[in-house]
């Protein structure tokens, strides 16, 4: 079978391998599509974050297909379209699929029943290749107690996970306001239903957003993981407002003004991966009917991974670039 293997740091390779077996406790998946992250980009250069070894098979933003079942496997079934989580509990450790294990960037794999959640009918594909980062856009909003049609939220940082982030937020109800400086992604904030966005570059964004809010965003979600973002998020909010953080930012340092979290009376809560809310997120989708395809802008072949992570680096031309693997 075809897979995208991550030879050595910075080499990347489609190889043809040997397909897998599972156990009686295990499925089958046939990889169908998936995303590629930022930290799959960490993965390539050999500077993720936690211990990897090469080679390995990125891939944890995936959609499948079950095409067999163990026979001690209770629950799924031959055709079921899957989704999995990306922190798996083993026997001997806490893995991270397609980081410390191989992910979904292969025709096959074996997985077990427990990582895996079904996809309603009326969630295709294509969206379900974005259930994993969507749920980390839908725990930050949570992570603050949620919001609804009478508040506002700020989303500052329009990549991937700002995005969901903000499609969360709008489908809770909530009036959303995204801040980026690419304008490819405000015009797919504003296709998801976003009611504002934000220039940066363009101006003071405090002020604006002052001025936009009367007073502060009821919830801020960081998401870009910039100084530049960084430094304004608690500008964004109201008085006792929230502030999720989820944009990634390790080993940096750069001054900010921790004295707004007490003036403000801010509370400040850190976003890490998406605990505990999967079926509650994937329902959430179903339910809202929230249409994500605008953060898909391009889909490749597996043959093409090389072409799809070039242009993935590019955020003024791609925002998710997506591989079908078969």
Known sequence: MKALIFDEPNKLVVANVQSPSITEHEVMIRSTRVGICHSDYELLSGNYIIPISYPVTPGHEWVGEVVEVGKSVKGFAVGDRVVGECVINTPERIHHFGFSMDGADREFFAARPEWLHKLPDGVDDSKGALIEPFTCGYYAVLRNGGVDASQTVVVSGGGTIGLVSAAAAIGMGARVIVVDPVPLRREIAMKLGADATVDPTAGNPSEAIEEMTKGGADLVVEAAGHSASLTRVFDYARPEGCVSMVGINIGQSFPVELGKIQIKDLTVRGCI??????????????????????????????????????????????????LEIA
């Open 273 to 322: 991966g998406s605990p505990g809310v999967w079926p509650a997120a994937i329902r959430f989708l179903e339910k809202t009917g929230i249409d994500l395809s605008p953060i898909q802008t391009h889909n490749f072949t597996i043959d093409d991974a090389k072409a799809a992570y070039d242009l993935g680096k590019q955020p003024d031309k791609a925002v998710k670039v997506t």
